[in-house]
């Protein structure tokens, strides 16, 4: 099995509590995910995130095919850290970790995702000529709608 990694780091001018609840609320993803995703919360979730919930979701990764994808959020350290996992969908591994520190005038956001593709071989070609591109497009798009949202801040040195 090949894992990939994404990692990605944002600044924001608001602090970590803000960040927090919007990034802890899993309907806020469907307003940082690209529209051609057609993301949709399934399940009916709790207004505080805690380990062991698992989120259902609706999404067409790959065009007009729709699949379902299910997370579980593993780790919670409040406001901190989060971590979710694929159960089902479209990866044979999906580890997502969410990391939050306070920064003079905001807060800096890591994501740090280690993924891994079905189809062995199949897969990893499927990775190089599709799969990669989708990802950043995602995390692209989602970083300049989460400057939308909360504004823009240069990196904390």
């Known amino acids: 099995?090949?894992?990939?990694?994404?990692?990605?780091?944002?600044y924001l001018?608001?602090?970590i509590r803000s960040?927090?609840?919007?990034?802890?609320?899993?309907?806020?993803?469907?307003?940082?995910?690209?529209?051609?995703?057609?993301?949709?919360?399934?399940s009916e979730v709790p207004?505080?995130?805690h380990p062991g919930m698992l989120v259902r979701y609706h999404v067409?990764?790959?065009?007009?095919?729709?699949?379902?994808?299910?997370?579980?959020?593993?780790h919670v350290q409040e406001p901190?850290?989060?971590v979710d996992e694929q159960?089902?969908?479209?990866?044979?591994?999906?580890?997502?970790?969410?990391?939050f520190t306070p920064v003079e005038g905001g807060v800096k956001i890591n994501d740090l995702v280690n993924y891994a593709l079905p189809l062995g071989p199949l897969g990893r070609l499927i990775h190089h000529s599709v799969v990669q591109d989708k990802l950043n497009a995602i995390f692209?798009?989602?970083?300049?709608?989460?400057?939308?949202?909360?504004?823009?801040?240069?990196?904390?040195?």
Request: hydrophobic share 35%.
């Open 60 to 74: 067409h990764p790959m065009g007009p095919l729709p699949m379902q994808w299910i997370t579980e959020i593993t």
């Open 87 to 99: 159960r089902f969908g479209p990866y044979r591994f999906w580890h997502h970790q969410h990391h």
């Open 140 to 157: 692209s798009y989602r970083h300049i709608e989460l400057q939308r949202c909360f504004g823009s801040m240069e990196p904390v040195a």
């Open 1 to 10: 099995m090949k894992l990939y990694t994404l990692e990605r780091e944002q």
């Open 19 to 42: 960040a927090w609840d919007f990034f802890s609320d899993p309907h806020n993803l469907c307003k940082i995910t690209p529209r051609w995703m057609n993301f949709t919360v399934l």
């Open 47 to 49: 207004h505080r995130m």
């Open 80 to 82: 901190y850290f989060f």
């Open 13 to 15: 001018p608001v602090d």
